[in-house]
């Protein structure tokens, strides 16, 4: 037999046609998924959570699960949205990357950058590296570093003559630091380099920095001091002019005029303050005179330093003493500034933030150059990560994070920058003790940086760091500074683009189901089945396909089966193709859904590979089986025919025809036991006709019918008319009311934007509710003592017995056709199938969304309800009007839908407790290492709203600057 094409959605009121196919529905979905899959050519899509960002390991990535340009990335921007919706993952923006910054496409459709006030990674032939300043002997006899983005080299030891000490840069801009005189083999430990007693009782340093190198002298003893009072460095800086600043710093400008690295004034002191991160109090400038300068050429002049002579004589100086000169490439800035103080601290890898015991109070400012990738965006979270290297007490003290202006390598404690506007603060004390140790702190600066977002005329940005009360010594803080080694300051910004129109899978399958339920029309039970045996196998293909990338990331158990995946992660978007079809198919074999599958599987995105495809294929292809496997024999195929009774009470036919589907509360259930485990006790509680027939409550009930629900009602108003006939949904054509609810399920997911794995198991819990409350209502219909006959039998006939009641044999439904004809449905009243599907329907969305208070607008197929939609504040009162909606069509009595209402939430209550449970776990279980709190936050919010898990908690990693860990059980 030649197989019947599928049909289109027809508009409210328009009979469907004949002829075409199912594919129009599927065309809005290729259309726009294939706009990006052209653009994600080449994306490698994770098979893993992609690991936080270490400082020094900013360019890791997770391992790849296919190839591409590298593994856990994305070409651009495009292709990475598209591959993080698809495989629930981050996917970092290869195009975005720099030296320190890195972009990440979020699966919520939201972006995120990491900016570091220092390089993290640079290009070191085609290739990016990680910054690695640990100093190793090179083949060559030289010392360098692992890898700078500078080329930092050092030297292995020279003659008597001397010679380069330090070289930074390459190419076209070089900086080379000479010595004069021997230079001994070095001493490595990690980033720093001694060579000893250079001269005598003098020990020459060279400690490597992100962007640079720190080069001082330290001397041992008081001799020492006789020795230094005149130190020349000779400096070639090759292509770049040396200009002395009034502050005592030097600039490397290039031949634009553009400052690309800073020699800032240098500074000595003595042992007895704390070093230099510390500040001590025992402090002085170094002279520093740049010598055989020619109209600003740095090729070949010198650095003279001049210690203070004073200083080193002076018998409170404390030896050792160190003087240190510090040379920068590059373009991060940030200082620290302290009252009394002088001296230019930009050089230091420590900022200061508080009074200091026994000294003055410090502020501090750091600069983060204005990012393109956030300019015109909306900022959804920010924070401001900083290294917490001491705080003078564990005592939770305040400290504040501004908005200041720039400062520069003159900015003093009395020049400073204005302070414009507080816009955090924080009590987080570390770096004491044991008990308050080294670690990061955060802070959020969303705001500031939604400000920063929007300044179309700025290249540089500010925050300052002070402390709430800058009199207390408990306050004194110091964090690391851009310079620092391992630990540079960074910003984590979360932020918005515009949505992409595009369907997901899930929702894509539920309209082709739709369309099916307008093409093959009937009693809604079997409507009903096929939607859950399709829901179901999206779940277990879906499921299975998640599964496969570790247990942590399913979706929760499985229904039927859990699919073992062997060689590539499936495609969860191929899974759910493949498990929709395959049940589809096999349902209705008359109909055609080529085009339907096809149309799906154009739109998977370019970056899955074929090995991903098939397998996702094979998954889905399994589930279907698993599925069509399970419902056979399960009773929805029965020859039974049922002409209902002429006594009266019992149903009988209103059109000549038998009743609908009268053996289907014997069909075997998806979660219930049976179809009469949550049957209602009857009509008023009575469990016989002629107890029903006889009493008040059966007479007030066929009247208020009689009344409100006839087709010339003058009591029932304009709005219950349109409820009514918005609900119906009766007619072969229309979605049926299993459709319409499954419409408002897709309406309410995409109001709270639902994620694809979301979808997955809410549409499948939806439709297990309604298959099972079908069986139920039918159960009440067919397999009880009353079957109830419909009001259009009760109010035309006479018989009933009841004193109460008057026969109206003119009387008719509202409840109409195409052709305007009254009508009733054909089977029995008791107990409404649409209020026990909207009871059903409303309770699983309850227990999904945890509340029942969602205000939504829904729509109707009906053809005598064209473009009416209908607004709720509750699930509940979407079902209680559908109930009372039947009375006003004049098809149902209340009890129908009242005790319909009633067993279809007990229906669903039950799906809810025994199918598709969250995973669970005795301890907690991790499942991904996340860069910041709020997203750990985040995640961790959406596993437990999707019902994946039932708790989760972020622990902070103690070793990186913005990592947590996201656990769950």
Same mark, same amino acid.
């Given at each position: 037999?030649?197989?019947?094409?599928?049909?289109?959605?027809?508009?409210?009121?328009?009979?469907?046609?004949?002829?075409?196919?199912?594919?129009?529905?599927?065309?809005?979905?290729?259309?726009?998924?294939?706009?990006?899959?052209?653009?994600?050519?080449?994306?490698?899509?994770?098979?893993?959570?992609?690991?936080?960002?270490?400082?020094?390991?900013?360019?890791?990535?997770?391992?790849?699960?296919?190839? @591409?340009?590298?593994?856990?990335?994305?070409?651009?921007?495009?292709?990475?949205?598209?591959?993080?919706?698809?495989?629930?993952?981050?996917?970092?923006?290869?195009?975005?990357?720099?030296?320190?910054?890195?972009?990440?496409?979020?699966?919520?459709?939201?972006?995120?950058?990491?900016?570091?006030?220092?390089?993290?990674?640079?290009? +070191?032939?085609?290739?990016?590296?990680?910054?690695?300043?640990?100093?190793?002997?090179?083949?060559? @006899?030289?010392?360098?570093?692992?890898?700078?983005?500078?080329?930092?080299?050092?030297?292995?030891?020279?003659?008597?003559?001397?010679?380069?000490?330090?070289?930074?840069?390459?190419?076209?801009?070089?900086?080379?630091?000479?010595?004069?005189?021997?230079?001994?083999?070095?001493? #490595?430990?990690?980033?720093?380099?001694?060579?000893?007693?250079?001269?005598?009782?003098?020990?020459?340093?060279?400690?490597?920095? +992100?962007?640079?190198?720190?080069?001082?002298?330290?001397?041992?003893?008081?001799?020492?001091?006789?020795?230094?009072?005149?130190?020349?460095?000779?400096?070639?800086?090759?292509?770049?002019?040396?200009?002395?600043?009034?502050?005592?710093?030097?600039?490397?400008?290039?031949?634009?005029?553009?400052?690309?690295?800073?020699?800032?004034?240098?500074?000595?002191?003595?042992?007895?303050?704390?070093?230099?991160?510390?500040?001590?109090?025992?402090?002085?400038? /170094?002279?520093?005179?740049?010598?055989?300068?020619?109209?600003?050429?740095?090729?070949?002049?010198?650095?003279?330093?001049?210690?203070?002579?004073?200083?080193?004589?002076?018998?409170?100086?404390?030896?050792?003493?160190?003087?240190?000169?510090?040379?920068?490439?590059?373009?991060?800035?940030?200082?620290?500034?302290?009252?009394?103080?002088?001296?230019?601290?930009?050089?230091?890898?420590?900022?200061?933030?508080?009074?200091?015991?026994?000294?003055?109070?410090?502020?501090?400012?750091?600069?983060?150059?204005?990012?393109?990738?956030?300019?015109?965006?909306?900022?959804?979270?920010?924070?401001?990560?900083?290294?917490?290297?001491?705080?003078?007490?564990?005592?939770?003290?305040?400290?504040?994070?501004?908005?200041?202006?720039?400062?520069?390598?003159?900015?003093?404690?009395?020049?400073?920058?204005?302070?414009?506007?507080?816009?955090?603060?924080?009590?987080?004390?570390?770096?004491?003790?044991?008990?308050?140790?080294?670690?990061?702190?955060?802070?959020?600066?969303?705001?500031?940086?939604?400000?920063?977002?929007?300044?179309?005329?700025?290249?540089?940005?500010?925050?300052?760091?002070? *402390?709430?009360?800058?009199?207390? !010594?408990?306050?004194?803080?110091?964090?690391?500074?851009?310079?620092?080694?391992?630990?540079?300051?960074?910003?984590?910004?979360? !932020?918005?683009?515009?949505?992409?129109?595009?369907?997901?899978?899930?929702?894509?399958?539920?309209?082709?189901?739709?369309?099916?339920?307008?093409?093959?029309?009937?009693?809604? @039970?079997?409507?009903?089945?096929?939607?859950?045996?399709?829901?179901?196998?999206?779940?277990?293909?879906?499921?299975?396909?998640?599964?496969?990338?570790?247990?942590? +990331?399913?979706?929760?158990?499985?229904?039927?089966?859990?699919?073992?995946?062997?060689?590539? /992660?499936?495609?969860?978007?191929?899974?759910?193709?493949?498990?929709?079809?395959?049940?589809?198919?096999?349902?209705?074999?008359?109909?055609?859904?080529?085009?339907?599958?096809?149309?799906?599987?154009?739109?998977?995105?370019?970056?899955?590979?074929?090995?991903?495809?098939?397998?996702?294929?094979?998954?889905?292809?399994?589930?279907?089986?698993?599925?069509?496997?399970?419902?056979?024999?399960?009773?929805?195929?029965?020859?039974?025919?049922?002409?209902?009774?002429?006594?009266?009470?019992?149903?009988?036919?209103?059109?000549?025809?038998?009743?609908?589907?009268?053996?289907?509360?014997? /069909?075997?259930?998806?979660?219930?036991?049976?179809?009469?485990?949550?049957?209602?006790?009857?009509?008023?509680?009575?469990?016989?006709?002629?107890?029903? #027939?006889?009493?008040? *409550?059966?007479?007030?009930?066929?009247?208020?019918?009689?009344?409100?629900?006839?087709?010339?009602?003058?009591?029932?108003?304009?709005?219950?008319?349109?409820?009514?006939?918005?609900?119906?949904?009766?007619?072969?054509?229309?979605?049926?009311?299993?459709?319409?609810?499954?419409?408002?399920?897709?309406?309410?997911?995409?109001?709270?934007?639902?994620?694809?794995?979301?979808?997955?198991?809410?549409?499948?819990?939806?439709?297990?509710?309604?298959?099972?409350?079908?069986?139920?209502?039918?159960?009440?219909?067919?397999?009880?003592?009353?079957?109830?006959?419909?009001?259009?039998?009760?109010?035309?006939?006479?018989?009933?017995?009841?004193?109460?009641?008057?026969?109206?044999?003119?009387?008719?439904?509202?409840?109409?056709?195409?052709?305007?004809?009254?009508?009733?449905?054909?089977?029995?009243?008791?107990?409404?199938?649409?209020?026990?599907?909207?009871?059903?329907?409303?309770?699983?969305?309850?227990?999904?969304?945890?509340?029942?208070?969602?205000?939504?607008?829904?729509?109707?197929?009906?053809?005598?309800?064209?473009?009416?939609?209908?607004?709720?504040?509750?699930?509940?009162?979407?079902?209680?009007?559908?109930?009372?909606?039947?009375?006003?069509?004049?098809?149902?009595?209340?009890?129908?839908?009242?005790?319909?209402?009633?067993?279809?939430?007990?229906?669903?209550?039950?799906?809810?407790?025994?199918?598709?449970?969250?995973?669970?776990?005795?301890?907690?279980?991790?499942?991904?290492?996340?860069?910041?709190?709020?997203?750990?936050?985040?995640?961790?919010?959406?596993?437990?709203?999707?019902?994946?898990?039932?708790?989760?908690?972020?622990?902070?990693?103690?070793?990186?600057?913005?990592?947590?860990?996201?656990?769950?059980?």
């Amino acid at each position: 037999m030649q197989r019947q094409a599928g049909l289109p959605r027809s508009g409210p009121g328009q009979s469907p046609g004949r002829g075409t196919r199912l594919r129009s529905l599927a065309v809005p979905l290729s259309v726009l998924l294939l706009a990006e899959a052209g653009l994600a050519a080449g994306a490698a899509l994770p098979a893993a959570a992609a690991p936080a960002a270490k400082p020094a390991q900013a360019a890791k990535a997770a391992p790849a699960r296919a190839g @591409g340009a590298e593994a856990g990335t994305a070409p651009d921007e495009a292709s990475a949205r598209t591959a993080a919706a698809a495989q629930e993952r981050q996917v970092e923006v290869l195009g975005a990357r720099t030296e320190n910054t890195t972009v990440w496409a979020n699966p919520d459709g939201t972006m995120t950058m990491e900016a570091h006030a220092g390089p993290v990674r640079f290009k +070191r032939n085609g290739a990016w590296v990680d910054v690695d300043a640990t100093l190793v002997e090179a083949a060559d @006899g030289s010392v360098r570093a692992k890898a700078h983005p500078r080329g930092l080299k050092l030297s292995g030891g020279t003659g008597s003559a001397g010679g380069d000490l330090v070289t930074l840069g390459s190419g076209a801009r070089t900086v080379t630091l000479g010595w004069k005189g021997k230079l001994p083999e070095p001493v #490595l430990k990690g980033h720093r380099a001694t060579y000893v007693n250079v001269m005598p009782a003098t020990d020459l340093v060279v400690e490597a920095t +992100r962007t640079g190198f720190e080069q001082y002298l330290v001397l041992k003893d008081r001799s020492a001091a006789e020795r230094v009072e005149d130190v020349a460095l000779p400096l070639r800086a090759k292509g770049l002019d040396a200009v002395r600043r009034a502050d005592g710093s030097v600039t490397l400008t290039d031949g634009e005029d553009r400052t690309v690295g800073r020699i800032p004034a240098p500074v000595m002191w003595d042992s007895a303050g704390g070093g230099k991160k510390r500040t001590g109090g025992h402090r002085a400038p /170094v002279g520093l005179k740049i010598a055989g300068q020619d109209a600003g050429d740095a090729d070949g002049v010198e650095l003279r330093l001049s210690p203070d002579r004073d200083f080193l004589t002076d018998p409170g100086t404390t030896y050792p003493v160190t003087v240190d000169p510090a040379v920068y490439l590059g373009s991060n800035f940030d200082t620290s500034v302290r009252k009394g103080f002088s001296e230019d601290l930009s050089s230091s890898t420590a900022l200061l933030v508080g009074r200091e015991y026994g000294k003055e109070q410090a502020r501090s400012f750091l600069h983060f150059p204005q990012y393109d990738a956030i300019l015109g965006k909306e900022i959804l979270n920010a924070e401001l990560n900083l290294y917490a290297i001491w705080s003078d007490t564990c005592t939770p003290k305040s400290w504040e994070v501004w908005d200041t202006g720039l400062a520069s390598s003159a900015t003093r404690w009395s020049n400073q920058p204005a302070w414009r506007a507080k816009v955090a603060t924080s009590t987080e004390t570390l770096g004491h003790s044991a008990d308050c140790a080294v670690q990061w702190v955060h802070s959020d600066i969303t705001d500031l940086v939604g400000k920063w977002a929007k300044k179309t005329d700025a290249t540089q940005n500010a925050v300052g760091l002070r *402390a709430t009360n800058e009199t207390e !010594y408990e306050s004194f803080k110091i964090f690391a500074s851009g310079d620092d080694v391992a630990n540079a300051p960074s910003l984590l910004v979360t !932020y918005q683009t515009p949505a992409d129109p595009v369907k997901d899978h899930v929702e894509y399958w539920n309209d082709v189901l739709l369309a099916t339920y307008r093409t093959v029309g009937g009693p809604p @039970g079997p409507l009903s089945r096929a939607g859950a045996m399709m829901h179901g196998a999206i779940y277990d293909a879906a499921n299975s396909a998640r599964c496969a990338e570790g247990a942590p +990331r399913c979706l929760g158990d499985p229904y039927l089966v859990k699919v073992p995946s062997t060689g590539a /992660v499936p495609d969860i978007n191929s899974a759910i193709d493949h498990a929709a079809f395959g049940v589809l198919d096999a349902l209705y074999p008359d109909l055609d859904f080529d085009d339907e599958i096809a149309n799906a599987r154009s739109s998977i995105p370019a970056a899955v590979t074929a090995e991903q495809r098939a397998a996702g294929t094979s998954v889905g292809q399994q589930a279907a089986a698993a599925m069509l496997n399970a419902r056979q024999a399960d009773g929805s195929v029965s020859g039974t025919v049922y002409n209902g009774s002429e006594t009266p009470g019992f149903w009988r036919p209103t059109d000549g025809n038998p009743g609908d589907t009268p053996d289907w509360g014997l /069909v075997k259930p998806f979660a219930l036991t049976s179809g009469s485990q949550f049957r209602p006790a009857g009509p008023g509680g009575h469990t016989t006709m002629t107890g029903l #027939l006889g009493s008040s *409550a059966y007479a007030t009930q066929v009247n208020e019918v009689k009344d409100i629900g006839g087709a010339e009602s003058t009591t029932r108003t304009a709005d219950q008319t349109q409820a009514a006939l918005f609900w119906a949904n009766d007619l072969n054509g229309t979605y049926k009311p299993p459709g319409q609810l499954f419409e408002m399920t897709r309406i309410v997911s995409d109001r709270n934007n639902v994620s694809l794995e979301g979808n997955v198991k809410l549409f499948a819990l939806a439709a297990f509710s309604m298959a099972d409350a079908a069986i139920t209502a039918w159960d009440a219909k067919y397999r009880t003592e009353i079957d109830l006959w419909r009001p259009e039998s009760a109010i035309r006939l006479d018989g009933d017995g009841n004193a109460a009641t008057t026969a109206d044999p003119d009387w008719q439904p509202l409840s109409q056709d195409y052709n305007g004809a009254q009508f009733s449905p054909a089977f029995p009243a008791y107990i409404s199938g649409h209020a026990t599907f909207a009871g059903a329907w409303a309770k699983a969305m309850e227990q999904w969304f945890r509340t029942d208070s969602m205000t939504f607008t829904a729509t109707t197929d009906d053809p005598n309800a064209v473009g009416v939609t209908r607004t709720f504040t509750s699930f509940s009162d979407a079902a209680g009007e559908d109930a009372q909606g039947r009375v006003w069509l004049g098809v149902h009595y209340s009890w129908d839908g009242t005790d319909g209402v009633t067993a279809g939430n007990r229906v669903a209550e039950h799906v809810a407790v025994t199918k598709l449970k969250p995973n669970q776990s005795a301890d907690w279980t991790k499942y991904e290492d996340l860069r910041n709190l709020a997203g750990c936050e985040a995640v961790g919010r959406k596993l437990v709203a999707e019902h994946r898990w039932s708790s989760y908690r972020c622990e902070r990693v103690t070793t990186a600057n913005t990592d947590h860990v996201l656990y769950v059980k």
